[in-house]
């Protein structure tokens, strides 16, 4: 028998309340309290997230804060992201001690999950790859300005930009999957715009290359069975648990998440 993991049912929450959402689940995760969980979701309003380590000069967060944007810290690394116009998912499971899910290095359990994201391209008639090279350098303020081994790209160009968290034994991914998003507008924002040519080769977007507009919703079974295919369990739609909940709030209350 297949062993059974949660789906978070789809939902679109302010920046600071994704982010503890994704902590908390992790949390819980830790303390054995629920089962690997897989949770896509939207933001309201859209936000740039940046990495745990990272700063913003101040102008830049004016900038984007003046546009309409929250800026918001990640509980995971890595570089600026752009939530606009993409679908977010995130990923909590074991990646060592019993009932491991997922290898104890760090690229083994990103391989492990682009696979699945892999699948679910592959689902949706993309054929997309993981990329190459080493972490960004902290000079490099842009999220999809640089394709790393946690990354997916189409034809060479980021589709998918994703970090990582590991506490204790588990760890959580999270990452964006670009549906149709400007391809000049993060630049604007950072005030790092390029000239034209150069912009419009910032990323890939999936309804570009499907040549079609899709729902979140339509799109999140075929991401879905890439999980199931690759780890080969079943999810389970949910939400989540009363202790998660209270946990999100804790985890608001206590951190700064806003970047103010």
Same mark, same amino acid.
């Given at each position: 028998?297949?062993?059974?993991?949660?789906?978070?049912?789809?939902?679109?929450?302010?920046?600071?309340?994704?982010?503890?959402?994704?902590?908390?689940?992790?949390?819980?995760?830790?303390?054995?309290?629920?089962?690997?969980?897989?949770?896509?979701?939207?933001?309201?309003?859209?936000?740039?997230?940046?990495?745990?380590?990272?700063?913003?000069?101040?102008?830049? %967060?004016?900038?984007?804060?003046? %546009?309409?944007?929250?800026?918001?810290?990640?509980?995971?690394?890595?570089?600026?992201?752009?939530?606009?116009?993409?679908?977010? *998912?995130?990923?909590?499971?074991?990646?060592?001690?019993?009932?491991?899910?997922?290898?104890?290095?760090?690229?083994?359990? *990103?391989?492990?999950?682009?696979?699945?994201?892999?699948?679910?391209?592959?689902?949706?008639?993309?054929?997309?790859?993981?990329?190459?090279?080493?972490?960004?350098?902290?000079?490099?303020?842009?999220?999809?300005?640089?394709?790393?081994?946690?990354?997916?790209?189409?034809?060479?160009?980021?589709?998918?930009?994703?970090?990582?968290?590991? %506490?204790?034994?588990?760890?959580?991914?999270?990452?964006?999957?670009?549906?149709?998003?400007?391809?000049?507008?993060?630049?604007?924002?950072?005030?790092?715009?390029?000239?034209?040519?150069?912009?419009?080769?910032?990323?890939?977007?999936?309804?570009?290359?499907?040549?079609?507009?899709?729902?979140?919703?339509?799109?999140?079974?075929?991401?879905?069975?890439?999980?199931?295919?690759?780890?080969?369990?079943?999810?389970?739609?949910?939400?989540?648990?009363?202790?998660?909940?209270? %946990?999100?709030?804790?985890?608001?209350?206590?951190?700064?998440?806003?970047?103010?």
């Amino acid at each position: 028998m297949k062993e059974t993991w949660r789906l978070i049912d789809f939902e679109s929450f302010d920046a600071a309340t994704n982010m503890a959402v994704d902590e908390a689940i992790l949390d819980a995760h830790v303390a054995g309290e629920v089962p690997p969980t897989l949770r896509f979701y939207g933001w309201a309003p859209p936000a740039v997230s940046i990495g745990y380590g990272q700063k913003l000069p101040e102008k830049v %967060r004016q900038k984007i804060v003046a %546009r309409g944007f929250d800026v918001v810290k990640r509980p995971t690394g890595g570089r600026a992201v752009l939530h606009i116009d993409e679908l977010t *998912y995130s990923f909590v499971g074991s990646a060592s001690g019993q009932g491991k899910v997922l290898g104890s290095s760090v690229i083994e359990s *990103y391989k492990k999950i682009c696979q699945a994201l892999i699948v679910g391209f592959k689902t949706l008639g993309v054929a997309v790859e993981i990329g190459q090279g080493q972490a960004a350098s902290r000079q490099i303020l842009d999220c999809f300005t640089a394709t790393t081994t946690a990354d997916l790209h189409y034809q060479g160009k980021k589709i998918v930009g994703s970090a990582q968290l590991r %506490r204790h034994d588990a760890l959580l991914q999270h990452g964006s999957i670009l549906l149709c998003q400007e391809q000049n507008l993060m630049g604007e924002l950072l005030l790092t715009k390029k000239g034209a040519e150069e912009e419009s080769q910032r990323h890939a977007n999936l309804f570009e290359i499907t040549g079609s507009v899709v729902s979140a919703l339509e799109l999140i079974p075929a991401f879905k069975n890439g999980f199931e295919t690759t780890f080969g369990v079943d999810l389970e739609s949910g939400q989540l648990t009363a202790a998660e909940w209270r %946990r999100v709030d804790e985890i608001k209350e206590r951190e700064s998440l806003l970047v103010k």
